[in-house]
């Protein structure tokens, strides 16, 4: 029995453990309930890379209409790692899934060894169990790059602390800039962790050699991660003529927008993150933070710095923050440091009971997002049945609104919005102008159902195909 219980406090048995158990439907579409579209927005990039054009800075996406579909988006790290993977291997919906539940697990693993190393096993354990269990049990296995993205930033935020604390050498400061660089260019607000540095930076006692080298490495991430997303992308956008990445909004508009949504967005930190049991952890972890902030200092520290510039990220996002559930992932990991630490301070029984507690109600309110409604699968059907009638140059319109889905799932470029566009007769025509051919009416999901005095070729439950003069 002793035998058994040490696995059960290696943090590596709850690694395998968790990965293991989010390989359920780990080749399903991407057709999820939640963020279906955020989903097949990054794979349509991946797809493209290989069907079209495999230089990296030039993505494109389907929402396009007519046009190329190059257009300025995040950094495509993980759209590429899929690019390469189909490369040898042949494309699949689901790559991106695996690549992302793989990753994320050693970013875990590095969150763990952070702890470990500057603080204590037990602070570590109960940390990177509570992240296990939080937002990221979903959203890990989804094709998205938040999560990755985290995780090559904790890659990062090791090797730059073994640089301070161990050994200044060019292979730490090396994989620092590789993995920093690449998760904040893979989502720009992982910079935000680049605060974790401040304690190190302004520490009297190191080596101002050491502090002057480490400035330098983070100016070079900063240019490039500047010339990006200021250059670059805003480059692409004006000359291909397509807008498609979010950079946020005023300070001003992001203010007035979370205060009038101030209930959904405290649902971000109450439901979403780690729901209410782990919540309410989280605010104890954050008044022992406070009681204890003379004797263990890097608690409080971490909380007030990362948390002060995450809220300035969260105000630039506005009404957006409100509605997305992955805006929370990079706040998180804070979370559940600062909850691991309120675990810390009570005795090991009830740690462990507490801990069992926030896992159970967490994954019981995660376990539906790993199924498929069965309206939402049988758009894998589409390119299928678009096949019969055409080619994949044909232009579509699907009545999704803003969810490019369907289109990802018919393997065509073409337009997606609301049904009465299509319902216009001069809408229509001026898109068939441009090399409109077909519309698809999906009738429940994604859209809503709509009868049109065009040929309809195709009809099943989930969509109606009709043919354009």
Known sequence: MKSLFKYFKDIRFWLIF??????????????????NWRQTTVAMVARNYLEFDSRILYPRIDVCGEKSG?????????NYIIFLVAKLFGYQHWYGRAINLIISTIGIWFFYKIIRKYLNESHAFASAMLLLGSIWFAYSRKIMPDTFAVSLVFMGIYY????????PVILNIALYTIFMLLGIL??????????????PMLQKSMSLKIKMMFGLVNLAIISTVFWYYFKWVPYLIEHYGLKHFFMGKSIKIGTIEILRNWQSVLEKYYLDSMHITGFLLFLGGCWYAWKFRKTEPITIWILGLCTSVFFILMFKSGETFAIHSYYIVP????????????????????MYIILSIVLIENIANWQHDFRLKPSYAKFENLEK????????????FVNSKEVPTPLYFAHRKGWSNHNQFVQNPQYVDSLQKLGLKYIVIAKDAFGSQLQLNYNKIDSNDVYDIYKLK
């Open 18 to 35: 968790f990965f293991i158990i989010r390989l359920y439907g780990i080749t399903n579409p991407p057709l999820d309930v939640a963020h």
């Open 70 to 78: 190059i257009t300025g988006m995040e950094f495509p790290v993980l």
């Open 160 to 167: 730059g602390l073994k640089y301070f604390y161990e050994k």
């Open 186 to 199: 893979a989502k720009l607000p992982m910079g935000y962790f680049l605060m974790v540095f401040a304690i």
């Open 331 to 350: 706040y998180t990991p804070i979370m559940a440091f600062v909850a691991g630490f309120a675990l810390t301070k009570i005795e090991t029984k009830w």
């Open 385 to 396: 049945d678009l096949n019969k009638y055409g080619s994949r140059n044909d232009l579509i």
